[in-house]
């Protein structure tokens, strides 16, 4: 299993990014994917969740109204369109798979693990 992320990078306060996660090597449509962030110093956090089907989808409080997570299972791609980006957000962002129900809060260990992307917001 291959999850691989991109589209991090550096952007100012106030502006727009999608990072973009292709998965390999599991039935994709079967899976709930998820989006996690870690910031030098501090724990991994969680920040949204998509059902298999993209039904259903949860947010981090912090970033609810300015990111937004959505799912292609023709293209076996998970993104996170991310918008209004505070410094706060400068992170590395990580994406996941997980056959378990999808849960506000998402499965932390998931059942999979993506490497992760770079994001830093400059003020």
């Known amino acids: 299993v291959q999850l691989q992320a991109s589209g991090g990078g550096l952007v100012q306060a106030g502006g727009s990014l999608r990072v973009s996660c292709v998965a390999s090597?599991?039935?994709?449509?079967?899976?709930?994917m998820d989006w996690f962030r870690q910031a030098p110093g501090k724990e991994r956090e969680f920040v949204a969740a998509?059902?298999?089907?993209?039904?259903?989808?949860y947010y981090a409080d912090s970033v609810k109204g300015r990111f937004t997570i959505s799912k292609n299972n023709a293209e076996n791609t998970v993104y996170l369109q991310m918008s209004s980006l505070k410094p706060e957000d400068t992170a590395v962002y990580y994406c996941?798979?997980?056959?378990?129900?999808?849960?506000?809060?998402?499965?932390?260990?998931?059942?999979?693990w993506g490497q992760g992307t770079q994001v830093t917001v400059s003020s």
């Open positions: 998509i059902s298999y089907s993209g039904g259903t989808t």
């Open positions: 996941a798979a997980d056959r378990r129900a999808i849960v506000p809060g998402g499965h932390d260990p998931p059942h999979f």
């Open positions: 090597g599991l039935p994709f449509s079967l899976y709930n």
